[in-house]
């Protein structure tokens, strides 16, 4: 953690936000993360930014897609995060482990999650360790809202690539 802004660290550390799990398609690669640095942007037209970390295949295979789906995590789903976010694509196929199908673009859609959207890719920006892909909705399934994975309800998890 960098040192140049401790106050900024500290204020940070009190956040506790909901994460959420993304997966990206690209030709035949297909690939999924668990993701912390989320949140929309606008309301009319409809925005939401998704940043996913230059180290991750994720990111990689997210830079060739047409859409990303961005999957709520509801609390009782810590298998599915570990799994998302405590191993990378570069050495296991997550996806050989869950239910999914395809969805827009290509991008799996986890059947074990209930709450989703997929959204076409607008605008990919560089944010220093993370890209940001700015996302227009443009399908979904919305149903009963379960208490959501939070960030430090999942800190345990130790990334499946280097921080």
């Known amino acids: 953690m960098t040192q140049e802004h401790p106050e900024f660290n500290r204020l940070m550390a009190q956040l ?3 994460l959420f ?3 990206a398609a690209a030709g035949e690669q297909r690939s999924g993360c668990l993701v912390g640095f989320a949140s ?3 309301i009319d037209p409809p925005r939401f930014l998704i940043g996913l970390s230059i180290k991750n295949r994720t990111c990689r295979v997210a830079r060739e897609a047409q859409a990303l789906v961005v999957h709520f995590v509801p609390h009782d789903a810590e298998e599915l995060a570990v799994l998302f976010g405590g191993r990378t694509g570069d050495e296991v196929d997550k996806f050989e482990r869950v239910h999914w199908r395809p969805g827009p ?6 059947t074990e999650l209930e709450n989703w959207f997929a959204g076409r890719v607008l605008d990919v920006h560089d944010l220093g360790d993370h890209r940001g892909f700015v996302l227009e909705p443009i399908e979904g399934e919305a149903h009963h809202a379960d208490e959501a994975l939070s960030f430090r309800r999942a800190k345990w998890i130790e ?3 280097e921080p």
């Open 105 to 110: 673009g290509g991008a799996p859609v986890l």
């Open 16 to 18: 506790d936000y909901p």
């Open 21 to 23: 799990i993304v997966t």
């Open 159 to 161: 990334p499946g690539h």
């Open 40 to 42: 929309q942007v606008s």
